[in-house]
């Protein structure tokens, strides 16, 4: 049943980490599922694997995902939605995790709550995070053709976070598309502030195709040229909630 | 991941294999911020999340009876099959991704080999993996980042990294070899 080529043990060994990491596919990735079936050695293989890069999760973000998908699970599998899991915010329970919590939880007030009353939920959200991975702020805006004097507002997760002596933060939109993706200014930004920055014609649009956002040290009065001081010192990119 | 949480875990992916419903809205409630943390980064899309999620957890409810404790922690095992699906649904509607669009949303991810050096320390498993992949060249460790995060297949790789298809294959092939001697010489 098992190809002769596949008994090698250095290829079985780099199809199982290839398989594992994701880089294995079409044809071979359906092929090596196959023989798995039917070589338990090179499932446990894999499974070694998959362990060895499993740590690469545990930096990422967790994100609780909105109620309707257990409502469709329970749906499907005919369980029946009286057995709600309780919708409390913070039902994960990965306490090593606590710092990147911080913007889950933020993440979820966007999402459900603390909006005011005259503007639409906000539809999509960057969480600004910094090289180190920390959240510091977040960009949100509810969807702009909705509303009569387009906006993002600017949430502070870390509030202790601040720009060097004598310099600035300048919010930067990255826009998807025409123009290459270029970083335009959206002004500077206060530190350890919630703020409200009102988009002009022109940013409407940018924002709108935004893949991301993030944010440059200037010199106190901002960036002179035009562009950022690269690096960036946070940025994230756009998720969208609805 | 701390040994009380894997034991839970395995305890109810144990309950769920027999039916018990309770069980497995705990189950859910535990892991599915994980999970579709994941399943996010790796789509970049919401609707497309939603539906991996809820087609795992509906293959999870059917399979968890398969799961074998002695093989592999519930939430690696879980994960795995959530990080399948996400690669089937990937490339099932983006079967080869090149292109202006394409650099633009890859040059976020440039620094990210960096930062998961960084990012990997809260648990000893971590820790040791932090470390070999520090000893891996920068190319090694960005492409398998590239790969792992994003889904990315060799030829994507290697149209974003500019570099020929062959040498990209190499990067990832040594870069695994040189990964598992060094988290064998660890353990």
Redesign the interface.
Known sequence: MIAGRYRRTDLRQRLASEYALGTLHGKARARFEALMKYDPALRQDVGRWEERLAPLTYGMRDIAPPMRVWNRISDRIGIGRRLQIRPEVRAYGWRMLAAFSTSVALMLTLYVGTRPAAEPPAATVAVLQSREGAAVMAVSWPPLKQVKDPAVRLKTVNAAAAPASGKSWELWVLPDGEGRGKPRSLGRVAAGKDQRIQLSALQVPLVAKAWGFAVSEEAADGSASGTPSMPFIFQGQCVKLQ | ??AD?NDRLAMLLGQTGIGN??A???L???T???L???A??ML???DW??EV??DC??SI??HAADYAAD???P???M??IV?NRC?DRL?RNRPEITG??F???V??WE?ES???V???S??E??AA??RCLEILDRKQRQS??L???H????AE?ASHLREPLGTVKTW??RG??K??GC?EGES
């Open positions: 991941m701390d949480t419903h309770r497995f809205a705990d859910y409630r535990m599915s911020p994980r579709f943390g994941v996010l980064r970049r899309r919401q999340a939603e999620l809820q957890f509906v409810w059917h093989k592999s922690a939430l690696t095992w994960t795995s990080r690669l490339r202006e669009a650099d633009v949303a040059d976020q620094d960096v930062n998961l960084q990012s990997l809260a648990t498993d971590a993996l932090s398998i980042a790969a792992y995060f889904g990315l297949t060799h790789l990832i092939r695994l070899e990964l598992r988290l």
